[in-house]
Structure formats: structure tokens, C-alpha cells
């Protein structure tokens, strides 16, 4: 419980009705999308970069901690405030400043959703290349904080390359400006440093984007496979031959079954994998590449090849893979998510490992693999009523980890450390390297109040 | 000079062959391709990332500054030695240790010349995509610490969205593993904060970069204007029409006329620009977009439209371009290079303005500019030997950054700052955002020894 001095303190910076302490509101604000919990003292509504200064200047001033927090979908734990302290919640800020074609950037506020940037931009022919699955809720704060991906991220690359410049509210509480809205800020990159901080370093309130034209075309392919190991294979032969897909995704059984069960769409599911193949560019170049990688599919005895060449077309082959993750929670009270990410090529004897690690903790995992970025993506089905499920869960996805580290991959490819991966940096790291780390983050938060117990675990105690 | 008890710990760790000590070995060492100046007290060669940190190791325990250096073709003086110290030249090491094709990363010493990784990945139809001009000669290594671009960063982005892991010798002497060699780290972004800092940071030795598939077609367009103005507005209709050309160049009237003074190719010298277009991507759609970029410029009363289409035809519309830099080099004896960035939609005005800053200080000077990125890389000709002359193109330099600045642009769209731009950060960043920088550079560096007096100005003393 915050002391009352404190609450009418916020109560001065963003209002009364913006400041929530009712238990069944901080309840709501100690989940993420992830499995990982941790309940909060207080949320506030800011509604301007001042107000969060203001906010966090409070929170230095006695030793609490604030988490800030867009639209909670992350999946590593890194909305939850497992120390308690202030949830910034960001969603007021939501306005798009400026869209500036000719120079192809957009000025934004941290809480504006992704989609309904994209639905601003698209008229005009335009894109902000980052995609993640969560876009139509997900906020450009968040995906700033994340470096999320997307399944276009395998050409486009993840939310670091299209950040030119941050607003920031450092934990002193003190406002500064990291780079500068053309190419080329120079100096440190202060910008590619603080994206993907997971909220460690401060918070970001405005974002200068660079936006893209869309591509002329795009295509769609998609394949289904007797064999996981053929489907994997496709997507070597897909990229050995030259080709660079903007998504090559791959679901396994478990996963079509699920999307079966719950929106029933036609596939068969006595088949181990569907790939998708999406091609864009320029129209000319669209047909060839697209008939390209049906014949690689076929050569490798695809059981089934199909080809979506307009936005229906489309949308009817994406539909299993849109549908995956809210057809897997649908049926599963549990998913734990792992994104861990190995070499491409490590791909086939990773997914067999896979198979072994189910086996061994007796559950199920879906695949809905980002196979062109080798990114296993999986999701580990378990039901929380049913003792030592959820433990069975946790000790899969730490193999699945453990097996990514030893092929020279990943703990997370795109869904960040959290609370959720801490224990696992390890795997990848040296203590010394993640000293190195550590010291960088206590340049911006020597007092540790910014999201703390995320990404490091805490320094080993000395003696 | 140097202690003899310091030469001799060096001759134990490199060789004594490996350690340059004569006042002409140390004079060669000075310079750059910049115009700055900064003598060493020596120049070791070292082999292998072990004899790297040794000779870090010897600096920290005399307190001597050390510089990175690879082919020395720094633009900004970042490769010079103002403070004296040992540099570290890297081109012994330039071995390529693996080149995984399907995994789609090479592995490289940080000696390597970037051509060289070229013409070894060419072959398999794979590229590095930052391609500096300096490429014939500069290092993977100078790439990473300028953070380098290139005509073609325009599409596939600078240095820092190509490197996936680097090995570094840290200025205590320490070797750490940044990154890893999959896409998503997790934690920090060190491999991104590392990139681009000069050489402050430490000495990265070895990287791991990704590389991606040659485009299957490229095909160019020149295009001769007589107005410098509507080149420019040829730049803004290609981009308006949602096309990304992999490289959008303008050369204008002075530098058409040093070219064809050296190298002479036929170029009318009546002209006020030349426009390079280039467009890459999948064969079928060349034609659509170089037709469609030829026909703007056609309409825009260009006097002269070409296209290349086969290698050798594209070899010639580019020649002028390539031969740019030298022959303005060969005849003029002092050259200040500026690559000083607007947003695109300034670039018209910031034009106009450099016209004046030449009649003001009565200088030349040639605009060879990124007109796709906004970067004015413009080369200011002087006479070192003429009185008065060097300082009248270093105000006119100090001149278009603050043009750039006033434009919401920035001091260095791809070269860095050195120790040349150093008086200039104030211009982009307040001296809290400066600190900001030096915070972090602190964490690396605590003693000031990794190439000391680059990047930021001396903190203002207190009182």
C-alpha cells in the first residue's frame, strides 16, 4: 500500500481519476500475455510527457519503482510489477503527431496501437515495418520497449531498424532526446540502446519512426507436409536458392489440430506441418518467385500446394496462422511461450529434440515456428488445474532453452528476458558479460526504480 | 617518446618487427583521410585477439592512449592520434574465418577488407550490404567502429543493422562476446551501442555479420539536369511514387567538372547536375521502374536520359560517380569532406543556402550528395599552401552543419565525428544530452584511454 502522501502526489500531477489503487484494478494490471505475475501498488493514466516526469520524479523521490506499460501483451513478463511500485500506463498518449511522407517518418506517442498506425499509413501507400502478431492491440511504446518482431521481421528486420529518435523520461525524471529524425545521429546510439531495454532504462514517450512505402505486391503460399523435417527443408531450399521471402512460418500438427478444433477452416490434420510462404515486391517478379516456391514444395512432395494471389486468396491461407495463438488459448488454460531461436540449419535437429522434450515432461507442445529466422516459437500447452502440469511446463521450455543455447542459438528471438528468462541468460552469457550489461544499466538507473527485476538477474551477493 | 620499458613489454607481446617506433613509420600514422593531424609514439601490428589485448593491457598500466586503426580512410580524424598513444593497426588480421552460406552470416577478422568479403561472398551470390565508397580498401573492422554507409544504405541500411556479434577487447584488457550470432540477443544491445562509437569503446576484433542474397537484377539510369533544383525534385517524385532504388545519387556542376577534368567521359560541364539512379530487386520488374524513373526525369526536362542495363553499360554511368573523389583529390590539393544531413524535403533550400556560404567565403565547393538519404556529402576544395584559404573552407564547413541543424538535420550523415565535428555536437544535442553520451562511454572506458579525444567534447570544467 502507498503511503496517502504519495498517491496525493499523483493525485496533483495526473489527476484523481487517473490514479487507480482499488484492488480489483491493480489485480488487472499484475498480468501480461505472459504466465509471469506481479502486483503494483498504484497505475496512473498520464496523459503527456510532463505528467510522466512528473510521475516518475515522484516515484525517485520515495525509492518506488514504476513499470511502464502500453497494451500488456508481452509475453515475457515484462509489464508485471513482481516489486510492486507504480504501473505508467500509457494509453492516453496515444496520438499520432505527424506523419511526414516525403521524408518518410511518423512522429508518435508511446500508447498509439500499431495497427491503427499501419490503417493511417496504408492509404498513402505506407508501412512502419514492424508486425507482431499482437499489432491490433499492441502499442508502439511497447514495441519500442520489446524491439519487437513480426513475421515480416525475416525481411524487414525488428523494431530497432526503423527507430530514428526517442523522447525519454530518464528515472531521475529528467526528459531527454536520444537521436535525431534523419539519418545519422551523431555520437552514441542512445536510440538503439534504449529499444529493447524492456522499460530497464526509462520511458519513452514520443518515437520518431521511419515509415516505407508497402510493397506494389504480395503472394501467398502455402504448403502442407506428410514430414516436418520436408517443410524445413522447403525453407532452406526457398532461401539457398536466392529468394527472400517477407514471412516463411511453419505450424505444426498440435498447432493446426487446435486451430481445427476451434475455427475449423478444412485443413487436414493428419499432416505435420503448413508452410507459408509470403513473397512481396514489385507485381512483375511476384509470379515467378510465387510458382518458384510451389515447385520447391511439390519437388519435396508437399501433399497439398496452393497459391494466394489476391488479398482474399490471402487472407484464406493466413487464416490458420492468424488464428494459432487465440485458437491454442482458447482450448489450453495454459501457454507458456518460448521463442527460443536457433541457426537456421539447426533447425531440423532442434524440432526432433523437441519431440524428445515432450516426451520426457508428457505435454504438448504447439509450433508456430518464424522458420526463415530459425525462431522455434513454440507454445507449451498445460492446464493450471491439473497438479504439476504447469511445473511440467516449465521445465520443457527450460530444455527447449538449454537446446537452443547448446546449437549456438537464443533464449528469445523476439518476445525479450522479462522476469520470465532470467534465469536462463546464462545459457548465453557469461557472468561477466552480463556484468557488462549491467553496468550499462545503471548509467540510466542507479537507483534501479526503472522495471525492476527484469532482463539481469540481481548481482551474485559477494562472499 | 616512449618508455623503453614500454617498447620492450610491447616487443614481447607482438614481435619486436611488430612494433613501429621511427619518426617516418609515426608520421605515416598521422594522417587520415580526413584533414585532421595526431602523431602516435607507436604503431604495433598485432596477429590474434590475445596479442590485441596484451597491447591494451601494456596501455592501461602506463596510462597510454590506444587507437584503433584499420586502412585509415576515416573521413572525421577518427583514426589519427591527437593525445599521442600506441595504434593498434589491425590488417594482419584479416582473415575470413567462415562464410555459412545457409545460415547467411560470415565470420570475419576485423582486418579484412570490405572488397575482399565481397568478392569471396560475390561468388555464391551473397553480399555484405554496406558498401563505403573507401570499400577497395577499408576494413569490416573501421566499417563497424564508423558505424560506415554507402550509396546503397539508401535500401539495405548502414553498418549497424549487419552486425549480429562481435568479439571485443575492452579497455581494461578483458575480452567479452557481444551479441550472438542468431537473430535476438538477449539483454542490452551492446553489438548496436558498440557500433558506430570510433573506436571509445574498445577494440572489436572479430564480427560476425549477416549477408544476404545479391539482387537478381540491377539496372541504372543517369539523368542530366540543368537545374540543380529539379534533379532534386526528380529525388522527390521517384520516392513519392513508392519507389525504394537502391541508390539515388547527384553529383553537381563542380564535381562533373573535376571529373571530366581527370577522367574525361563526355559529361556536358554546362550542366548544374547528374543524377545516378539505381534499382535492384527481382529481374522482371527492372524495366517498369527504370522506364517510370526515366520518364520522371524526362518530364522534369532532363537534357539527357540513360539506362544501363547490362554490367558494362552500368560500369559507365557510374564511372563518373567512382572516379568523383579521386579526381577532385588530384586536383585539388586540400579537400574538406562534409556530409553534413537534412530531412529530403530541405534539401532544395539547404542548396541555395550552400551557394551563398561559397560566395561568402569565397570557396568551392563539389556536392557529390545521398540525395535519397538527405546526406549533402559535399567536398570543400582548397589550397593548403594558399594563406587563409584552409581556414575559409573550414568556415564554410562550420556553415552547412549549421544549415544542416537549423533544417532538423544532423552533422554527419555516415563519417562520424572524430575529433573535426566534435565542435559541432552542440549543435544537435544540449550539453545534458552530451552527458548523457559520456555516461555511457564511461562504463567502457573509465580511464579514457580508447581512442581519447573523439566523439564528444572535453566535459566543461567546473566553477
Known amino acids: ?47 503527456s510527457t510532463e505528467e510522466v516526469a512528473g510521475v516518475v520524479q515522484v516515484c525517485g523521490k520515495h525509492g518506488l519503482p514504476f513499470i511502464a506499460r502500453g497494451a500488456g501483451t508481452n509475453l515475457s513478463g515484462g509489464s508485471v510489477a513482481p516489486h510492486g511500485g507504480v504501473v505508467v500506463q500509457l494509453s492516453r498518449m496515444n496520438e499520432v503527431l505527424e506523419i511526414d511522407l516525403p521524408n518518410q517518418r511518423a512522429h508518435v506517442q508511446a500508447g498509439v496501437v500499431n495497427l491503427d498506425l499501419q490503417e493511417m499509413l496504408a492509404p498513402h501507400g505506407f508501412q512502419f515495418c514492424p508486425d507482431p502478431a499482437s499489432q491490433k492491440v499492441s502499442t508502439i511504446g511497447g514495441n519500442v520497449a520489446e524491439n519487437a518482431g513480426g513475421p515480416h521481421c525475416l525481411k524487414y528486420g525488428v523494431t530497432t531498424n526503423h527507430v530514428l529518435a526517442l523522447t525519454v523520461v530518464l528515472p531521475s525524471g529528467e526528459v531527454r532526446h536520444f537521436g535525431v529524425p534523419v539519418v545519422g545521429q551523431p555520437g552514441y ?14 520511458i519513452a514517450t ?13 503472394q ?16 532452406s531450399q526457398i532461401i539457398a536458392a536466392g529468394m527472400l521471402p517477407a514471412a516463411l512460418e511453419i505450424m505444426d500438427r498440435t498447432t493446426i489440430e487446435t486451430v481445427e478444433a476451434s475455427f475449423p ?12 510462404i509470403e513473397v512481396d515486391g514489385v507485381n512483375e517478379g511476384l509470379a515467378r518467385q510465387v510458382d518458384r516456391c510451389a515447385e520447391i514444395c511439390r519437388k519435396l512432395k508437399a501433399r497439398q500446394v496452393e497459391t494466394g494471389r489476391t488479398p482474399e486468396e490471402r487472407d484464406r491461407l493466413w487464416h490458420a496462422r492468424r488464428s494459432a495463438f487465440g485458437a491454442s488459448a482458447r482450448l489450453n488454460p495454459g501457454i507458456l511461450v518460448n521463442d527460443a531461436t536457433v541457426p537456421r540449419t539447426r533447425i531440423a535437429e532442434a524440432l526432433r529434440q523437441m519431440q524428445e522434450i515432450e516426451r520426457r515432461h508428457d505435454i504438448r507442445i504447439a509450433k508456430l515456428y518464424h522458420a526463415g529466422d530459425g525462431n522455434l516459437h513454440s507454445n507449451i500447452l498445460f492446464d493450471p488445474a491439473s497438479p504439476g502440469e504447469r511445473a511440467r511446463a516449465q521445465a520443457a ?35 561477466a558479460d552480463i556484468e557488462a550489461q549491467r553496468a550499462l544499466s545503471l548509467v540510466f538507473d542507479p537507483e534501479r526504480l526503472a522495471n525492476p527485476g527484469k532482463v539481469l538477474p540481481a548481482p551474485e551477493t559477494a562472499g
Do not use: W
Open 1 to 47: 500500500m502507498l503511503h496517502k502522501r504519495v498517491i496525493r502526489s499523483l493525485h496533483r500531477i495526473v489527476g484523481r481519476r487517473n490514479v487507480l489503487t482499488a484492488p480489483a484494478d491493480l489485480l488487472l494490471y499484475s498480468y501480461d500475455s505472459s504466465t509471469e505475475r506481479g502486483r503494483p501498488d498504484a497505475v496512473v493514466l498520464p496523459s
Open 265 to 276: 477452416t478444412g485443413l487436414p490434420t493428419d499432416v505435420e506441418a503448413l508452410l507459408l
Open 397 to 431: 521450455s527450460a530444455d527447449i532453452f538449454r537446446v537452443a543455447a547448446e546449437a549456438g542459438g537464443t533464449i528469445t528471438g523476439e518476445h525479450g528476458v522479462g522476469t520470465e528468462k532470467i534465469k536462463y541468460m546464462g545459457l548465453i552469457y557469461s557472468q
Open 189 to 202: 546510439d542512445l536510440v538503439g540502446i534504449f529499444t529493447g531495454s524492456e522499460g530497464t532504462f526509462g
Open 220 to 235: 501467398t503460399v502455402l504448403a502442407i507436409f506428410d514430414h516436418l523435417d520436408t517443410a524445413g527443408e522447403a525453407v
Open 206 to 218: 514520443e518515437m520518431t519512426l521511419r515509415i516505407v512505402p508497402l510493397p506494389e505486391g504480395v
